[in-house]
């Protein structure tokens, strides 16, 4: 007998559970077991829908039924019987089918991905960036550690920051078993490497930046940057994760962060702090680095004069007001 | 370091317990080292001067004129010395205690301005009030204050009626200077505990301090602040205002004439009823000038670095001390050099101002290369604080830039605050670290309390123009 048409009852991953031949319309579908499709589903009425052929294809003809025949996320009105929509998918209380029509216009043969390939390449961009880590991370350190420090104190400080960063991704990837059934250590380590290195290494250009040209605001745009780049991390590990949820998850994140950026940086105006690092570029680096031209201390003292009316405007009465009683000693 | 003002306040009870076991020793030591002799060495030594000299000297026969000089002294003073209490607007709770002297026939009675600060900064919560030694009191009203030399009139309400009996205190001429070493006497209420006097040595005046201050040996206690200091004719010739806490019996007072010119101008004056703030501003602008005039006048001491000549300030009127790191330390070598000024002006409980402060460090980075030397100087650049917040000053606001003075490429911030009571002054922080050499550099950092806009530019214009590259003789 020819196949008209195969109705395919998938499981929550997407994945056929069940396939059915379809050699003649009509197709009864339901709990009964005198349906064609049976469908185990309590929320799923004896004879749920019917499935009928007509001169302009393929109809759905839902029964009388408490949760109905939803195509996407419309339910069918009572009455009507629509045509199969073109993916082929519709749900039945909690149970989502597939019809796929022998008429269909099958899509090209895709080529396959070479995996081995694939790996291959994610475990050198992993080793590159292991090793990138690895001399940053010494390099910081002896950069911050005066002559003379104990060998095994340095040994400790070095490795410190792997055992973090390998506790960090085992805990996602046992968030990866939990959602994804596979224990996805290598793919959460790659993400956090890359974006904590871009925060660090762009943290330090900028400041090595901000000194050459004096502009402090480079700094700020780092420390910017810094931040960006924590919470793309944290997006990258929630999205492999949720694949499947990865605009929900950076509209969530993204709010998140507005809302939180937000309230801090009405804080610090409060607080008449500059909205973003510190009072003053920190950074001191090598005497060759400098580029612009220093100015005269009068110039300097000059360049200042714009202060005294910014500070008097502060001083204004009232203004302290909102802060009474929440000064602290936080700002040292 | 710095002289702490004496206002006995709410903490008085743990003060008063804290100083009693601590001045056990302290009495006998004055007695040894004023060689009062032959005073019982028992564990009752430590009232023997102070709370009980006026009454307990039955043992005096052989040092009659000593301790009937401190009695007559106290005889002198006892009408006319009153206790200045701070008491809360609606109850009887006193919140901070103080000492005062009848210096007008209607009632004008001379303090500390520390005294009455809570009163004259919050009328609407604080009152003052006075006892006298034989228990009268009344209320007191604010007339006038000097507080750049800490010094304040009351007058009281309702004059009790013996007034005119009670009689004055008298000033000791100017023309009569007193001799280091001749006995003074001064008069208080410690700790609120009673009224004491208590017999202590002339010692000229505080050296190297910009506001002229008297240096008394002899134990001052809080609760005596605003208290006179008498000679043996009872003439006052300074009042109490301070104390060092690392030291034993270094006292201050502010000498006579202050007091004669605060009187001179303020006896005939109506109660202050409004806000003193612009009072007070205009006082300490009056200071900061001088200071500012006097401070930019002098040169800056040679300093003996080979490359390096760093601003540092002369020992007029400030104090320097100097530290370094051991030279067998592996990293960062330094040598520091802190001066500051021991007179800052007592405006209220969390605000000193009108002084100024120099520091500087010498880094020798040679043992730890061009990389490290630029991570430590910057370390040490970036955890320069520029003030805690506080309800009497502005966030600070900075100007940062490289600065070239005399060959010497800097990297200069400068950070100002305003007073937000205090309109027209402003602290100022100037931090300037060496950018020219890859293994050594200097670290300087300025600060002043209480200026001008105006002169916060010139001494920062000042200070930068004290560096200087030397080239290596």
């Known amino acids: 007998m020819e196949t008209l048409a195969l109705i395919e009852t998938l499981d929550r991953e997407g994945q056929p559970r069940q396939i059915l031949r379809v050699s003649q319309w009509p197709v009864r579908i339901g709990r009964a077991i005198d349906s064609d499709v049976v469908i185990d589903d309590p929320h799923v009425a004896a004879h749920h829908a019917t499935l009928e052929w007509h001169a302009d294809g393929v109809r759905i003809v839902p029964a009388a039924t408490i949760n109905g025949v939803r195509l996407g996320r419309a339910t069918i009105a009572p009455g009507s019987s629509p045509p199969l929509p073109a993916s082929g998918l519709m749900t039945l209380g909690a149970t989502t089918l597939r019809v796929r029509l022998a008429s269909e216009v099958l899509a090209p043969e895709q080529r396959l991905v070479d995996l081995h390939l694939l790996q291959r390449r994610h475990a050198t961009t992993l080793f590159v960036l292991i090793a990138v880590a690895a001399v940053w991370k010494g390099f910081d350190l002896w950069l911050s550690t005066v002559p003379g420090v104990q060998g095994s104190t340095l040994v400790w400080n070095y490795l410190s920051a792997p055992a973090a960063l390998i506790t960090w991704c085992v805990l996602w990837a046992i968030g990866s078993m939990i959602f994804q059934r596979r224990f996805a250590f290598w793919a959460h380590l790659r993400v956090a490497l890359t974006w904590l290195l871009v925060a660090v290494l762009t943290q330090a250009v900028a400041g090595q930046l901000a000194f050459a040209l004096s502009l402090p605001a480079i700094e700020k745009l780092g420390r910017l940057v810094f931040v960006g780049a924590i919470v793309t991390m944290l997006w990258r590990h929630l999205a492999l994760l949720l694949p499947s949820r990865r605009r929900a998850l950076a509209i969530a994140i993204g709010g998140a962060v507005a809302v939180g950026s937000g309230l801090l940086l009405i804080d610090r105006s409060v607080q008449q702090q500059p909205l973003v690092g510190d009072l003053y570029l920190g950074t001191i680096s090598l005497p060759g680095l400098r580029v612009v031209k220093p100015v005269s201390a009068d110039a300097f003292v000059k360049s200042a004069a714009p202060l005294e009316k910014t500070l008097s405007h502060w001083a204004r009465p009232g203004d302290d007001d909102d802060d009474e009683e929440s000064g602290g000693d936080d700002d040292e | ?473």
């Not at chain 2, 003002?5 to 007695?31: E, I, Y």
């Not at chain 2, 009153?82 to 009632?107: H, I, K, N």
């Not at chain 2, 109490?240 to 009187?263: H, K, M, W, Y």
């Open chain 2, 1 to 473: 370091m710095l002289p702490i003002s004496l206002p006995s306040n709410r903490v008085a009870r743990l003060l008063a317990l804290l100083l009693a076991v601590a001045l056990g020793p302290c009495a006998q030591a004055k007695q040894q080292s004023a060689q009062l002799p032959a005073a019982p060495p028992s564990p009752l030594a430590k009232q023997s001067a102070a709370a009980s000299a006026a009454e307990a000297d039955s043992d005096s026969e052989d040092h009659d004129n000593l301790s009937a000089s401190a009695r007559r002294i106290y005889d002198i003073g006892r009408p006319r010395l009153l206790q200045v209490r701070t008491l809360l607007r609606d109850q009887d709770s006193q919140a901070s205690v103080g000492s005062g002297s009848l210096v007008g026939a209607d009632g004008l009675i001379l303090t500390n301005y520390h005294v009455v600060s809570q009163v004259a900064l919050e009328p609407q919560r604080y009152r003052l009030n006075f006892q006298t030694v034989d228990g009268v009191s009344g209320a007191l009203q604010l007339i006038a204050f000097d507080v750049v030399h800490d010094l304040a009139l009351v007058r009281m309400a309702k004059p009790p009626a013996d007034i005119a009996k009670r009689g004055l205190f008298e000033f000791r001429p100017a023309s009569t200077t007193l001799a280091q070493g001749e006995r003074i006497f001064s008069l208080g209420n410690p700790l609120d505990v009673g009224f004491v006097v208590v017999e202590g040595t002339y010692n000229g005046m505080v050296e190297r301090s910009f506001l002229p201050q008297i240096l008394f040996s002899g134990a001052l206690n809080p609760g005596m602040s605003g208290g006179p200091v008498l000679d043996d004719k009872g003439h006052i010739v300074g009042v109490n205002v301070a104390t060092r806490r690392d030291g034993q019996q270094i006292s201050f007072l502010v000498p006579a004439e202050f007091a004669q010119a605060l009187i001179a101008r303020g006896a005939q004056a109506r109660p202050i009823t409004g806000n003193v703030e612009a009072e007070m501003a205009r006082q300490l602008l009056v200071h900061q000038q001088q200071l500012t005039t006097r401070f930019i006048a002098l040169p800056w001491r040679e300093t003996k670095h080979a490359h390096y000549s760093v601003p540092v300030p002369q020992e007029d009127f400030m104090r320097c001390w100097g530290s370094s790191n051991s030279s067998d330390s592996k990293g960062l070598l330094f040598e520091r050099s802190d001066c500051q000024m021991d007179t800052a002006i007592f405006i209220n409980e969390s605000l000193r101002t009108g002084d100024l402060a120099v520091r500087h460090e010498v880094y020798d980075g040679s043992k730890l290369g061009a990389l490290r030397f630029a991570q430590e100087a910057g370390q040490s650049f970036r955890n320069e604080g520029m003030g805690r917040r506080t309800h009497d000053l502005t966030a600070p606001k900075c100007e940062e830039d490289f600065v070239e003075n005399a060959g010497l490429p800097m990297r200069t911030v400068m950070c100002l605050r305003a007073y937000r009571h205090l309109p027209g002054l402003y602290d100022v922080a100037v931090l300037s670290q060496s950018v020219d050499a890859k293994t050594e550099g200097v670290q300087g950092r300025f600060d002043a309390r209480g200026v001008s806009f105006a002169n916060a530019m010139l001494l920062a214009s000042h200070y930068l123009q004290g560096f200087a590259w030397k080239r290596s003789p």
